[in-house]
């Protein structure tokens, strides 16, 4: 039977573009925060890439101890994401000796992205590694 009220439409379809609008409107709402994440995502990677190869430069001077490059890393990063992000991290720094007798300053950095839904947890691990020639003392 159709409603006078609503000519050329069905009493049983009443109320069914709400229905759609929310389920989609979810979709597009989980969708664009996966954009999201995945844009916070490589540029915390990219600015822990960067202040790695940083704190590795830093130490590879010739009168900087290789170990005060690992802070110089967390520096780096705190000043460009946050202290919270830079909390976050583990950074190490180390010599090594390349294949062909090179002094490296290697610098690793391991930790988080912070996701953008609080309760996901640290599920976007990270880890980069940054090296620079030592310098002759």
Not at 59 to 70: F, L, Q, T, Y
Request: charge should be negative.
């Amino acid at each position: 039977m159709v409603d006078p009220a609503l000519p050329g439409e069905d009493a049983g379809e009443r109320g069914g573009a709400v229905v759609e609008f929310v389920l989609v409107s979810v979709l597009v709402v989980v969708l664009l925060l996966a954009v999201l994440q995945v844009a916070v995502y490589v540029h915390v990677r990219n600015v822990l890439t960067a202040s790695a190869q940083e704190g590795a430069r830093f130490a590879a001077n010739a009168d900087v101890p290789s170990s005060a490059a690992a802070d110089r890393a967390v520096a780096v990063v705190t000043r460009a994401t946050s202290q919270q992000t830079a909390d976050g991290l583990v950074c190490t720094s180390a010599e090594e000796t390349d294949p062909s007798g090179l002094t490296l300053v290697v610098v690793r950095c391991s930790g988080a992205v912070p996701p953008l839904l609080a309760g996901l947890g640290s599920l976007l691990p990270v880890q980069v590694t940054g090296r620079a020639v030592e310098e002759a003392r």
